[in-house]
């Protein structure tokens, strides 16, 4: 018997679900976070944790189906390096945008919010951009050093976003679904809508930066 590359509609839903899951952790922990705790260092430090740990679960049960991208960006980045079509490529991010959107609704109904919300966190300024170029930048490239040990990615991936969440002003969206989605939340990880574009702007070009860099520095000489 050979393996077969599940069908599109089977990767699109792959996708969908595990974005939409990863934001359901990500907006549920915060949440919870905020009902548990008035300590903003330990309400983002339970933001931390589940974001990872969800992660690596996904990555790790998603990953044959789908490639678990879970992310524009890094579909993006597979783009660049001609390992995913325009058309699938196009697919992968609104199956991501889509899913992540059902998971902030998802995550208000488990703590009996309105389903949908416009934030009015203010996320912006050049420090903010640059913080998410550098975890973009950084996602990106531990994907592709990862990718020769395939079952060292959902560790990387995970381990990175943890600690991504601390060492960027930002605390690492690095994914232009989940900030999408995070607009739609106005709880402890939202963001304002208006701050969205410039920061997937800013995403992209941390992921296309991370693509030619480590393309090249992963490059096999001879």
Known sequence: ?????????????????????????????????ERLTDDVALQLLCNTLPTGAIL??????????SGAHFNPAVTLG????????GGPALAYAAAQIAGGCLGAVAAHLMFALPPLQASVTIRTGGAQWFAETVAAFGLMGVIL????????????VGLY?????????????????????????DTFSGIRPADV????????LG??????VFGWLLRRSG
């Open 197 to 204: 574009p410039a920061f997937i702007l800013a995403q992209c």
């Open 207 to 212: 992921a296309a930066l991370a693509t030619a």
């Open 145 to 156: 050093a990862a990718l020769p040990r395939p079952a060292t990615v959902p560790w990387v």
């Open 1 to 33: 018997m050979t393996d077969r590359i599940p069908d599109m509609p089977r990767r699109l839903v792959a996708e969908a679900l595990g974005t939409g899951f990863l934001v359901a952790a990500v907006v549920g922990s915060g949440i919870m976070a």
């Open 56 to 65: 690596v679960v996904l990555i790790s049960t998603l990953g044959p189906i």
């Open 78 to 85: 597979f783009a660049l390096r001609r390992e995913i079509g």
């Open 161 to 185: 976003i943890t600690a991504a969440y601390w060492f960027t002003a930002s605390t690492s969206f690095a994914n232009p679904a989940v900030t999408i989605a995070r607009a739609l939340s």
